[in-house]
Nanobody, 124 residues
């Protein structure tokens, strides 16, 4: 059974940091792009960051550039999202997902495996 399991979420004050992890099992995702998405209450799920299979290409939405860093360890089948200088507007459930392609995209329909999500809450 293929699974993506996120961890590392929690409650943090504005300006703080969290590191999310996404551990994959059941198959290797070393040839898949990976992405992080988030969904805040009452809002649609949005793409946050993505990384290509070979780790060379990364992409971020403007609101998290210079604050978030996506990385991956293909040997451990794990993807990370380092989040610094967190803001209350970053509060959401964060999901990792595996792309159908070797690259990541901003479109959720390009991803065919999803984790269950981890809650990130940033207090002001």
């Amino acid at each position: 059974q293929v699974q993506l399991v996120e961890s590392g979420g929690g409650l943090v004050q504005a300006g703080g940091s969290l590191r999310l992890s996404c551990a994959a099992s059941g198959r290797s995702f070393s040839t898949n792009g990976m992405g992080w998405f988030r969904q805040a209450p009452g809002k649609e799920r949005e793409f946050v960051a993505g990384i290509s299979a070979n780790t060379i290409s990364t992409y971020y939405i403007d609101s998290v550039k210079s604050r978030f860093t996506i990385s991956r360890d293909n040997a451990k089948n794990t993807v990370f999202l380092q989040m610094n200088s967190l803001k209350p507007e970053d509060t959401a459930v964060y999901y990792c997902a595996a792309s159908k392609y070797i690259y990541s995209t901003i479109k959720s329909y390009d991803y065919n495996y999803w984790g269950q999500g981890t809650q990130v809450t940033v207090s002001s």
